[in-house]
Nanobody, 123 residues
Framework: QLHLVESGGGLVQPGGSLRLSCEVF????????IGWFRQAPGKEREGVSAISSRTGYTYYTDSVKGRFTISRDNAKNTVYLLMNSLKPEDTGVYYCAAGSTPVAGTAEGYDYWGQGTQVTVSS
């Protein structure tokens, strides 16, 4: 009943940009933090970014700082991840997740997960 749907993935050249969207259903964003995660083949899931529900606090893992921007539109129940200056190492399946009391940078406290969207950065 409560689910999230990612979209916006695709194939892009190095240096290009993509904007991922995460639309949530069954609840509103007002009191949920949203995190973005990615998993590359053969690697563990990595916390990429997160945004809080009330304070506007944002988190970015070191490898994406200055390149990625997370934002939210509570009226649309949607969170975005704008990815600029993409690198091949950004390739992976990107997931969004929601939780009321998550720990930024980790998967702890995220109760709801999307199905994932593929991002491939290649020339």
């Amino acid at each position: 009943q409560l689910h999230l749907v990612e979209s916006g993935g695709g194939l892009v050249q190095p240096g290009g940009s993509l904007r991922l969207s995460c639309e949530v259903f069954g609840f509103t964003l007002d009191y949920y933090a949203i995190g973005w995660f990615r998993q590359a083949p053969g690697k563990e899931r990595e916390g990429v970014s997160a945004i809080s529900s009330r304070t506007g606090y944002t988190y970015y893992t070191d490898s994406v700082k200055g390149r990625f921007t997370i934002s939210r539109d509570n009226a649309k129940n949607t969170v975005y991840l704008l990815m600029n200056s993409l690198k091949p190492e950004d390739t992976g399946v990107y997931y969004c997740a929601a939780g009321s009391t998550p720990v930024a940078g980790t998967a702890e406290g995220y109760d709801y997960w999307g199905q994932g969207t593929q991002v491939t950065v290649s020339s």
